[in-house]
């Protein structure tokens, strides 16, 4: 009896000892597995190709600044209200840069959007791959970084004279007078390509796109190769059939008063996309005439709409990320010959756009067999091609 007592009692506290660990480690684990309200992947506004979806993970929505948990909701009457008011001054411009002669302008111009705070952003796009320069002849790729002015400027005090001494520095930086915030985005988006058509109108090509991407401009350079820059053009992660998204907790909500359409036209995710400067000049007067809409990527998408253009969707544009290794543990996400067949990958950090740049251009890299991108990727539905190669 003793004895079944004493094992008992041995039990006992072996159990007791174990929950206290399962809770520990359940305490512990908390803030790993669940995410942060304001961190959590929130699917942006879209359908995709089931095959597609099944191994494309998001990583982050469209890498647009997240509202912080706390931001009272979007005043979408406001929104409405001030709608009509869209024309914001160019505080900061490059005008010696760039002179209306053709034969000064650039074959691609690379403009990324970018906020004041985001210095080493712009820094390292401006030493990898956003580097000007003269690729081949004739191939020159000039670079702009897209500002308005910081919601919180006590949070940056002399932001003014930082973005002042980066213009005198590297001559690349482009500030108007509106707030930089996320609903604010549309602005950027108007008056960047009103700022093409009027400072920079002979632009073969554009890429526009976010910071935090990694782009292979050799693969964008090679795409464009025999592309007619006064022929209609625009290229990048196309999102079609998407619907408005009408729940309130969404950071991509939309009320219907402010769109009450059940599917928003074709558009390309803002992580990057290419168009030729005819396009985008068609698109800086088509944009003049649409209400302005607080999502800058289906807004854009409306422009191109109005214009009558059809967005190609290219698979070397990842701008929803790439599979993670927990999605695909067989699979180096960081291997940098899988990232060389790509044209633009979303939401990496300061340090892995610069790994990766320096992997890319290391002349020791080897990689198996490489077919040509033209063949393999240019406007190809050969969605497996991609995914192939992500099975292994
Ligand atoms: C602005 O930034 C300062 C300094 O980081 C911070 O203390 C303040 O709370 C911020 N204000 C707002 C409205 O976010
Ligand atoms: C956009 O910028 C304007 C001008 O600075 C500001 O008044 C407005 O509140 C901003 N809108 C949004 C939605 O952030
Ligand atoms: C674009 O430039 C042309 C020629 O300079 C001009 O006539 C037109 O008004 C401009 N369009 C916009 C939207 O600024
Ligand atoms: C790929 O490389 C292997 C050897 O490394 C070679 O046998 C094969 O023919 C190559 N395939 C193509 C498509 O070039």
């Known amino acids: ?31 790993l597995c669940k995410p942060e309200p304001n961190s959590e992947p929130e699917p942006r506004p879209q359908t995709r190709s089931k095959s597609r979806k099944k191994k494309v993970v998001e990583t982050k929505p469209a890498g ?52 004041a705070a985001d210095f080493d952003k712009r820094q390292v796009v401006r030493q990898t791959w956003g580097k000007e320069g003269r690729f081949q002849p004739g191939v020159s790729i000039r670079t702009v970084f897209l500002l308005g002015i910081p919601r919180n ?12 001494y980066e213009s005198r520095t590297f001559r690349d930086v482009l500030v108007w007078d509106f707030e930089d915030t996320f609903f604010n985005l549309t602005l950027k988006e108007t008056h960047f390509l009103e700022w093409v058509n009027s400072s920079c109108p002979h632009v073969k ?15 964008i350079l090679e795409m464009l190769q025999g592309r007619e820059p006064e022929e209609d053009l625009f290229v990048g992660d196309i999102i079609v059939h998407a619907k408005p998204i009408r729940r ?16 928003y036209p074709n558009y390309a995710g803002g992580g990057g996309f ?19 809409f607080p999502i800058d990527d289906v807004f854009l998408g409306m422009c191109l709409q109005m214009i009558g253009v059809q967005a190609s969707r290219h698979q070397g ?76």
């Open 248 to 263: 309130r907790s969404s950071k991509y909500y939309v009320p219907e008063f402010l769109y009450g359409g059940g599917l």
């Open 153 to 164: 400027r006590s949070a940056l005090p002399l932001w003014d004279r930082l973005l002042a």
């Open 205 to 219: 090509f554009v890429f526009k796109g976010d910071a935090d991407v990694y782009v292979n401009v050799e693969n």
């Open 317 to 392: 544009f990842k701008t929803f990320g790439i599979p993670r290794p927990s999605a695909a543990p067989h699979l180096q996400t960081f291997n940098p010959c899988f990232y060389r067949e790509l044209m633009v990958v979303h939401s990496l950090s300061v340090p892995q756009i610069w790994l990766m740049w320096n992997l890319l251009h290391d002349p020791k890299l080897s990689c198996h067999n490489r077919t040509s991108l033209r063949s393999r990727f240019f406007f190809s539905d050969s969605i497996k091609t991609t995914e192939e190669k992500l099975v292994g």
């Open 1 to 31: 009896m003793r004895r079944i007592l004493h094992v008992k009692g041995d039990v006992m506290c072996t159990l007791v000892l174990l929950l206290l660990l399962g809770l520990l480690l359940y305490t512990q684990q908390l803030p």
């Open 274 to 292: 290419v168009m030729s400067g005819h396009t985008a000049r068609r698109l800086s007067s088509a944009c003049r005439q649409v209400e302005l």
């Open 64 to 115: 647009k600044p997240l509202l912080a948990p706390t931001m009272p909701p979007f005043d979408f009457e406001g929104y409405l209200r001030e709608k009509d008011n869209r024309n914001f001054k160019l505080l900061i411009d490059q005008p010696e840069k760039w002179s209306s002669s053709d034969a000064a302008a650039p074959y691609l111009l690379i403009a990324v959007k970018s906020t």
